[in-house]
């Protein structure tokens, strides 16, 4: 997995490539983590480029989406229909917060 961050005023963004599975996601939640620390606190994640996620990638998610919370923020997370579908297929499309585009996101944090 790669990826980049940007950081706004008010919220980061993250955009990864590859896939998020058992082997990337030990690296993948304690960078990310560090990040919602530091701030700022509202996140989005943008898995559009994303090839594969499996169970891990998705227990990563559900960590992070409570330390957004626990730190006063929210995680985003911007999808494609791979990773919908597997959000989808084990029922955490109302834990998470999913948009469909990066614009999306960025317009729902805006009017928060």
Do not use: H, W
């Amino acid at each position: 997995m790669r990826g980049t961050r940007e950081v706004r005023d008010k919220y980061q963004i993250f955009r990864l490539t590859g896939l998020l599975d058992a082997f990337s996601e030990p690296t993948f939640c304690k960078v990310i983590e560090g990040y919602v620390e530091q701030g700022p606190k509202d996140v989005i994640i943008s898995l559009a480029q994303i090839d594969f996620i499996d169970s891990s990638g998705l227990g990563a998610l559900v960590k992070l989406v409570k330390k957004a919370k626990t730190e006063g923020g929210s995680l985003q997370i911007v999808t494609n229909p791979r990773v919908t579908q597997t959000v989808k297929l084990v029922r955490l499309e109302k834990f998470f917060s999913l948009q469909p585009t990066l614009e999306a996101a960025i317009e729902y944090l805006e009017k928060a």
